[in-house]
Each structure stands twice: as C-alpha cells, then as structure tokens.
C-alpha cells in the first residue's frame, strides 16, 4: 500500500486505494446505473462467498488483499478482476491454496 | 463501553499507518486530523484491522461523526453534511 504523491491540499500519505474527497474527483458526475455483471464477475463473487461459508476468508481479508495490490496494476484492472488477485493473494499466504496448485489450475483453464 | 456521547466534539488522529508496512484502515484519509462530532453510537464490532489480517479482533465501539463541509475541504459545497463510521481508537475527544 504504497502511499501516493498528494495534490495541493490533499493528505500527505493518502493509499491509493483511498479516493474519497480527493479534489481532481470534484465535480466528476457519479454513474448511478447498475454495472452488468460478466460471467467472471458472478464467478468470483461466487467463489467469495463459498470462501466466507467455509471460514476461509473474511471479507475484510479480501478488502486488505485488494488494497495490497500495487497502484499501476491496481488501476488496470476491473472491480472483480481485483477480487480475484486478492483472493488469490490471501488464500496463497494463509497456504489454503499452494501455488503449484493454483498454476495448475490456471493452466487447465478452469478459472478463466 | 466508550464515554463518547452524541454532540461531543472529537479530532480524529492524524496517523498514517499505511507508511509502515500492510495495514486495513477503514478511516479515510480526508478526515485525518480534523474536528468532528459525534452523532450517534453504532455498535460495536471486532476491529477490522485485526480481521483484515485474521488476528484475534477485539470488539471496539463504532461511532457517525459529522463533519462540516468547511473542516474538510477549502471550497466546499455548501449544504451538504458528511458522516463517518469512525472506530472509537480513532476519535481524541476535544
């Protein structure tokens, strides 16, 4: 979470997931309809919401886990696309998952 | 459980535990170090930044603080009223 330079007037150590009341966003109309969900996207949130039945992940792990993820590619990627780095992320550190395990299954194609 | 009352006016704490190592911080960075009041009592709730990294999280009351437009920002819009769900550890009373 490495913090971002500040805008005049900004907080000095702002993360840069932390966007709330920052002032370039001033005045930027805010999108009030509903995003259509992809495949993927109701995948990941599936597999979140297993993860969480099972005791697995919290959903603030998840929140620090999408806060973690460095600010270029944090940027680059979609809402649920940052779900699944974190998911990835948590339940590789917690050694739920090993990663042998997780590039098997990214190379069988099955959580594409 | 905590002697914060509805009306008392609290500072928040300008800490920035970002800028030493991983940490989950629910308290944004706008209202660091600025004047609040509290406006009501919500609960309280294991410490989400014990959970965040799946520590032991001791329960801590959460409180809406207000803040004046003013506080925040040099031009704000006026009108509008901010509330914030802000951790009792957070809050310094004034």
Redesign the interface.
């Known amino acids: 979470?490495r913090?971002v330079s500040a805008e005049p007037?900004e907080?000095?150590?702002?993360?840069h997931h932390?966007l709330?009341?920052?002032?370039r966003f001033l005045c930027t109309p805010v999108e009030r309809e509903e995003h259509s969900l992809s495949d993927f996207d109701r995948e990941v949130d599936a597999l979140r919401q297993v993860l969480a039945q099972h005791g697995l992940l919290?959903v603030?792990?998840l929140?620090?886990g999408i806060?973690?993820i460095p600010e270029e590619r944090y940027f680059a990627l979609s809402y649920y696309e940052r779900w699944a780095v974190a998911l990835a992320d948590v339940l590789l550190s917690?050694g739920v998952v090993r990663g042998e395990e997780l590039r098997a299954a990214l190379s069988e194609g099955s959580l594409e | 459980m905590n002697g914060f009352k509805p009306g008392q006016r609290v500072r928040v704490r300008a800490e920035?535990p970002?800028?030493h190592g991983?940490?989950?911080?629910r308290t944004?960075?706008?209202v660091?170090g600025r004047e609040g009041e509290i406006a009501a009592f919500l609960g309280v709730f294991p410490n989400?930044e014990d959970?965040?990294?799946?520590r032991p999280a001791p329960p801590l009351p959460l409180y809406h603080v207000r803040f004046r437009p003013e506080a925040?920002?040099?031009a704000p819009v006026s009108g509008t009223e901010i509330l914030v769900e802000i951790f009792a550890p957070w809050l310094i009373p004034l």
């Not at chain 1, 907080?11 to 993360?15: I, K, L, M």
């Not at chain 2, 991983?22 to 911080?25: L, N």
């Not at chain 2, 959970?51 to 799946?54: E, V």
């Open positions: 979470m913090p007037g907080s000095p150590f702002r993360a932390d709330g009341g920052v002032r919290r603030d792990e929140r620090r806060e973690s917690k | 920035w970002e800028r991983p940490v989950h911080i944004p960075h706008y660091r989400p959970l965040a990294f799946d925040l920002w040099p």
